[in-house]
């Protein structure tokens, strides 16, 4: 590979090879969940890498992985390409009737909880940090708050749903992670752009680009969305209307760049228009099974990718024990915010609505991290604060996929359980 230039399309055979061979390999022997196969595959794999390299000094291999990796636009074909894709495929499975009994919490969750999370996680972070030596700006610790905030329901709904667990927490869940993811890349990108700048945080100017951002990502998705649905509705023919839902996500992720309104957030509402009206009134059954069967084949793939390419990032972080410590104590840091950015919020709106005593555990234990977080992870531009980001990134998304992803169904279960009433 050192002589070899990789071009964008060899980058993604090779991913997409060695997603496959993993996938497969899984399902034949270790028979986990994908998500958590691939996660546990792709951890296997860079530490095989590690350990040749480690054995054989002279072997080029992780330095032909690490130039591999880095010669890929993380941010460009992540937060311009892959991000619009996995919300709006997400969002299509959302049940909007359910969703809008439990709309309140999604709303509080999404946003005070989204940020609340992002504060207190990047306080916690800096604190950490700096106990282990690191001298890691405030704004860079903001930037990782936010981009292991957004959480992925993906893992826990099918759980849930053998579980016997309410409808209306399903879909609070479901809709809660969507837009948290939405909100979470807006405040990651606000901060980000702070972080790069240079410039103090200015709240009255962050304040303003959110609404700007997030309130002009759920008009275009309106738009965009109500003219896929009345295209769908005038025809009936699978091939075209499968191509007018791909051409939402990308024609209106481009034109959202263009206007400068969040993408995401726009992807997710949109896709909940198709999702919801759009199913049930625009689309013949044919339709909307080959709707629906395409975008979770496009969900699956590029999730895959993502679990792998965190997986092969290790490669590419310094050897360093204290940023190992640094992500093991990511992990409680991560789980407290979480706690009460969900507590707090339910607590306060406990007299006006109540989802039941399965909804701190579920929106806690079962607040996963995936692909989302590991998209803007690896899209964070070069510099010394990355290695620390994807660092902690990686053992959390890795606890919280095999952790609590493995354990999430016995939890609720146990929850459940008629014995303990």
Request: aromatic share 6%; with cysteine; charged share 10%.
């Amino acid at each position: 590979m050192s002589n070899l230039s990789i071009t964008p399309f060899d980058a993604a055979a090779i991913l997409i090879v060695l997603a496959a061979t993993l996938g497969y390999l899984n399902h034949r022997f270790l028979k986990l969940p994908p998500s958590i196969g691939l996660t546990v595959m792709g951890a296997i794999a860079s530490l095989i890498v590690v350990g040749l390299d480690r054995i054989l000094p002279a072997s080029a291999i992780s330095h032909d992985i690490v130039r591999f990796i880095a010669g890929i636009d993380f941010h460009t074909t992540l937060m311009d390409g892959m991000l619009s894709f996995l919300l709006f495929a997400g969002a299509l499975h959302v049940d909007w009737s359910e969703m809008r009994k439990g709309r309140w919490p999604i709303l509080i969750l999404s946003t005070v909880g989204v940020i609340l999370s992002t504060v207190l996680i990047g306080a916690g972070f800096r604190l950490i940090a700096g106990l282990l030596g690191f001298d890691i700006p405030i704004a860079s610790c903001l930037v990782f708050g936010a981009l292991i905030s957004p959480t992925d329901p993906v893992a826990v709904m099918g759980i849930m749903q053998g579980a016997a667990v309410p409808p209306t927490l399903q879909a609070t869940v479901a809709g809660e992670s969507l837009f948290n993811d939405g909100v979470g890349v807006v405040v990651f990108t606000i901060i980000l752009s702070v972080a790069l700048s240079g410039q103090p945080l200015s709240l009255p100017h962050a304040g303003e680009l959110f609404l700007v951002e997030a309130g002009g990502g759920i008009a275009l998705g309106l738009v965009t969305g109500w003219i896929a649905y009345k295209a769908m509705h005038s025809i009936d023919d699978y091939k075209v209307e499968v191509m007018i839902s791909l051409a939402v996500v990308m024609g209106g992720y481009a034109l959202a760049s263009q206007v400068h309104v969040s993408g995401p957030v726009a992807m997710a509402v949109a896709g909940l228009i198709i999702g919801n009206p759009g199913v049930a009134h625009a689309m013949s059954d044919e339709t909307r099974d080959y709707l629906i069967k395409f975008w979770a084949l496009i969900d699956d793939i590029l999730n895959s990718v993502l679990f792998l390419l965190i997986g092969l990032e290790v490669v590419t972080i310094p050897a360093d024990g204290r940023l190992i410590v640094l992500g093991l104590a990511a992990i409680p840091l991560v789980l407290l915010a979480r706690g009460v950015s969900v507590v707090g919020p339910l607590a306060l709106m406990r007299p006006f609505l109540s989802l039941g005593k399965l909804a701190p555990i579920t929106l806690i234990w079962g607040g996963l991290r995936g692909g989302i977080s590991i998209a803007l992870a690896l899209g964070l531009p070069d510099g010394p604060a990355r290695a620390y980001a994807l660092a902690a990134t990686y053992i959390v998304v890795l606890f919280s996929v095999i952790v609590q992803g493995g354990t999430i169904e016995r939890v609720i279960r146990w929850r459940t359980d008629p014995v303990r009433e």
